[in-house]
């Protein structure tokens, strides 16, 4: 069935020392063995990919991969700042997280703009990681299921088929670096509610799409998610950025 997939997000964190040291680390405790048929990555800072790279190239444990945090929208061309789907391919990524509610957040991007990143990174062969999630408001006003449908709706009409090959990663708000995880039944209910929404569209996709959790996941509080039937891994934050708490959630 499903892979579970565990992925670190580091965020604008890390430096050229402290990020050779987490590879280090999470490579030597990795190759004293790891719970069968999972998969992981970490999507590290850009300008750190090449390095990263190497590092986890050195490693050479087949389920260990790179992953960057946002593809331009784009294929190349006059857009100052950003970073081709091609580019992030060339410094060894599998993964690309697209729609970050941080993104969304301080980067104004739309649903729309979000599928046309995930196209790209699909065009060059790599898994995009679509991130939807609703506000503390959107819940505590009951529109939580609305909300998400919406955003994955958009992601349907754009990528349509395709979708079989993303990974969708449910990160409501008012659990993203606040220590207040949602409770496993919380999370289970909405990626059920997601992966139902799939099937109205097609069952294969639906029955195919890791949905990962993201929001406040520790080492005490993933073994519960994860065991939850349609929890299919996590996208770790904070918890990412210190590779004995990254490992300890990989072997949960
Ligand atoms: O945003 C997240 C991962 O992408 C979650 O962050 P935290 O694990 O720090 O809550």
């Known amino acids: 069935m499903r892979p579970l997939i565990i992925i670190g997000n580091w965020k604008m964190h890390g430096n050229l020392a402290s990020n050779s040291d987490w590879v280090k680390t999470v490579c030597r405790g990795m190759e004293q063995g790891m719970p069968a048929g999972r998969q992981y990555a970490v999507c590290v800072p850009s300008p750190y990919l090449a390095q990263c790279?190497?590092?986890?190239?050195?490693?050479?444990?087949?389920?260990?991969?790179?992953?960057?945090?946002?593809?331009?929208?784009?294929?190349?061309?006059?857009?100052?700042?950003?970073?081709?789907?091609s580019m992030l391919k060339e410094l060894g990524c599998a993964y690309v997280i697209v729609g970050h509610s941080e993104?969304?957040?301080?980067?104004?991007?739309?649903?729309?703009?979000?599928?046309?990143?995930?196209?790209?990174v699909l065009d060059n062969g790599m898994t995009p990681v679509i991130c939807v999630g609703e506000s503390a408001d959107e819940r505590n006003s009951g529109r939580e299921v609305e909300v998400v449908r919406s955003q994955i709706a958009r992601q349907v009409a754009v990528l349509q088929d395709r979708l079989a090959d993303c990974l969708i990663a449910y990160e409501p708000l008012w659990a993203i670096g606040t220590g207040k995880v949602a409770s496993a039944q919380v999370a289970q209910d909405m990626h059920r509610a997601i992966r139902l929404q799939l099937a109205e569209f097609n069952e294969d996709v639906a029955s195919h799409v890791g949905i990962l959790y993201g929001g406040s996941v520790k080492p005490d509080n993933a073994v519960e998610l994860f065991a939850m039937p349609d929890i299919d891994g996590g996208l770790i934050g904070g918890a990412s950025l210190n590779s004995q708490d990254f490992l300890a959630i990989c072997q949960a």
């Open 53 to 85: 790279d190497a590092l986890i190239k050195d490693c050479s444990l087949a389920f260990l991969s790179l992953g960057a945090q946002d593809a331009s929208a784009f294929a190349a061309g006059a857009y100052t700042g950003d970073v081709a789907a």
């Open 103 to 120: 993104r969304r957040q301080f980067h104004y991007e739309t649903d729309e703009q979000i599928a046309e990143k995930a196209l790209q």
